[in-house]
């Protein structure tokens, strides 16, 4: 074998071992991130793209799936307004939340939801005990504010809700 070939063959080595321990140390890290009260970040296009138009696009594991049943199952009047969805993109978006539902997830958070819960199933995050109590603290007007909106923007005061993370060390509550 010439040395040329030994070497570009010892560098594509090298190089696929690069990117298996990278792709190995993101997923230890998103791993880790779950089991840790993280949810991780919504991976799913299509609901992203749809739902996202309008909202923050919520981890499954916020509610569980007879939860987001109710929701997909009521789009005609989402939110005091008619959602339209293609039959198609609705069973990729449903099929995606309830595969990831709080039920189904190991994340801390979520299996604090679903104690808390006591065999209801919330239409809202916003009605989830578990979360009503984490946030018992701020006032109420708070969450009226311009900069906030209302209970349901996440984003306004978790700067890593977008990653899943809803620790109260990534909190600031604007004025």
């Known amino acids: 074998m010439s040395g040329a070939i030994r070497t570009a063959l010892l560098f594509g080595a ?9 792709t190995n140390a993101k997923a ?22 749809r739902c996202g138009v309008c909202h923050f696009v919520y981890q499954p594991a916020l509610l569980p799936s007879g939860s987001w049943c109710k929701i ?13 969805v293609k039959d198609e993109d609705r069973k990729i978006i449903g099929e995606y939340l309830m595969n990831n539902a709080a039920e189904y997830s190991s994340a801390k958070r979520a299996v604090k939801i679903m104690r808390s819960l006591d065999g209801k ?17 701020i006032p109420e007007d708070a969450f009226r504010r311009e900069s906030i909106g209302s209970r349901s923007n ?3 005061c978790h700067s890593t809700a977008e990653q899943g993370v809803y620790e109260e060390d990534y909190v600031h509550i604007p004025e």
């Not at 090298?14 to 990278?22: C, K, S």
């Open 28 to 49: 230890d890290e998103d791993d880790h991130e779950r089991h840790a009260g993280g949810l991780g970040r919504v991976d799913n296009p299509t609901y992203e793209e």
């Open 72 to 84: 997909l199952a009521s789009l005609e009047e989402h939110n005091g307004k008619h959602v339209n």
């Open 14 to 22: 090298f190089f696929l071992a690069g990117v298996v321990t990278l």
């Open 121 to 137: 199933t919330p239409k809202r995050i916003t009605e989830v005990p578990y979360i009503r109590r984490k946030h018992d603290e």
């Open 154 to 156: 996440c984003v306004a």
